[in-house]
Each structure stands twice: as structure tokens, then as C-alpha cells.
């Protein structure tokens, strides 16, 4: 009789044993998974870091070629005011002219920077204007952004548009009016509406494929801002990009999610910056 009883005890403690093991181990893989979900949203989001400051690394190079090239001609203007004074006896140059030369170069490269950096100061006003008007929940699905001097407002697509569709839902309708405010604040800026799509082919009534979806989807914005709140259509572009403009890969469901978004792109008006660049001095 005690032995029976030892043995039960016995087998008792292995069974619990056991059922200790298998939660363990059902703990450890929920875990786990967990981990590894976030190491992948950390390198995605890594990258989309990495991406931005190459993006600023392209802009700052182009403007130091830009004023490197001024610098050159302004060291060209000065040779040749240089050998005039040298040899005024002996040739034609007016001097006076050169030195107005030499004053238009160096007025134009300084008008230059000044005009890059207004234009970088307005919108990084532009983008904190907006991130201050976005309430901490709305900012989990629209993220702004400036790069090479224009202003990207990226929306997710589950935020603004009912499932697999173009029609825009009524939780999108309060930050689609916090964007427009700031918008019409801008008058000097014309906005670009872009729709992106992830690679998961979709056949419809009337939506062939992703190029007419994403064009749909950026149209729906368009008409949002203009007759809903105001915005002057003259103002305003809508364009599809379909699938071709991915911000990571569509191997995952999170970089689908990521894939699938609106851009509203806010640009300063380009006519006086290419009015300045057409009156520059002549060499």
C-alpha cells in the first residue's frame, strides 16, 4: 500500500513537472515572437531614418555644388579685373563694367542663400505647425516630414479610406481639416496629392488595378480638401503612383501596411525661385 502511494506522488510530480515545461516553453515562443516582431519594425524604421538622411546628405551637396560653382565665377570675374587693371593701357576692358559684374555675382549669391534658407525656415515652421495641431493618436498614423525643402505628410490608408476602397471614412474628416487649415495658412504653396498602393493585385467594379486605385484614392483627397474645406483647387494635383513607390518591401504584412498610404507633398511656388535663376548675371 505505501509503495502505490510512492508511486503516485512520484507520478503526480512528473505530470506537474511537465505542465510547468510546456508553459515555459509556450511563454518563451510568445516572446519570442514578440521580439521578433520588434526587431523587424526596429530595422524598418532604421532604414526609413537612414533613407531620410541621405535624402538631407543630397540636398546639402547640392547646394555647396551650386555655390561652389558661383564662387568659381566670381574668382573668374576677379582674374579678369585683376589682368585689366594689369594691362589697362593696353586693352578695351572697361573696368567699371567688370566691377559691376563682380557686384551683381556676389548680390546674387548672397540672394541665393537667403532665399534657400527662408525657404527652409518656412517649412520647417510649416512642419511644426502641423505636428503641434495633431493630436498624440493622430500622429500614430500621419507622419510629417521636410526633405530638400518640401513638406510630405504621409496618411495611412486605414486611416483615411474604408477597406479596399476610395471613399474616404468619417474618422478621417478631423485630420483631413487640421491639414486643410494649415494649407489655406500657406497660400504660397501648391500641394500635391499622392496615392501609393502595396503589389496585391485588385480587380473591381470600375478599379482595374493598383494604378487606378492609387489615382482614385488621391482624388477622393483632392475633392476632401476643395469642397469640404475650402481649399482652392488651383492649388491642388492628384496623382497615382500604383505600386512602384514602395517605402520598404511587400514581403511582410507590416511593409504592405507601411506601402499603402496617401502623400500630401506641399512645395513653395517655383516661379520666383526660376524668375531668379533666369535673371542671373552674365559671365
Known sequence: MKKNVLFIAIAAGLMMTSCASKKDLVNCQTENKSLTESLQNAREELAGKNARISALEDQQRGMQQALKAAE??????????????????????????LVDQI??????????????????SLNLVLQNNLTRSLSKEELKEVDVQ???????????????????????NDRAAETLSKIAKIIKDYKDYDVLIE?????????????RNNWDLSCL??????????????VDPKRL???????????????????????????IIITPKLDEFMELIGQAPEQ
Open 72 to 97: 568659381a565665377k566670381y574668382a573668374k570675374l576677379q582674374e579678369s579685373l585683376d589682368k585689366s587693371l594689369t594691362n589697362a593701357s593696353q586693352n578695351n576692358i572697361s573696368i567699371e563694367k
Open 103 to 120: 557686384n551683381e555675382s556676389n548680390q546674387y549669391i548672397r540672394h541665393l542663400v537667403e532665399v534657400k534658407s527662408k525657404s527652409d
Open 146 to 168: 521636410v526633405l530638400k525643402g518640401v513638406v510630405y505628410i504621409s496618411l495611412a490608408d486605414n486611416m483615411l479610406y474604408k477597406s479596399g476602397s476610395y471613399e474616404i
Open 195 to 207: 496615392g501609393n498602393t502595396d503589389d496585391v493585385p485588385i480587380s473591381r467594379e470600375n478599379i
Open 217 to 230: 484614392r488621391a482624388s477622393s483627397v483632392v475633392q476632401a480638401l476643395q469642397n469640404k474645406y475650402g
Open 237 to 263: 494635383t492628384a496623382g497615382g503612383r500604383g505600386e512602384y513607390n514602395p517605402l520598404t518591401t511587400n514581403d511582410t504584412e507590416l511593409g504592405r501596411q507601411r506601402n499603402r498610404r496617401t502623400q
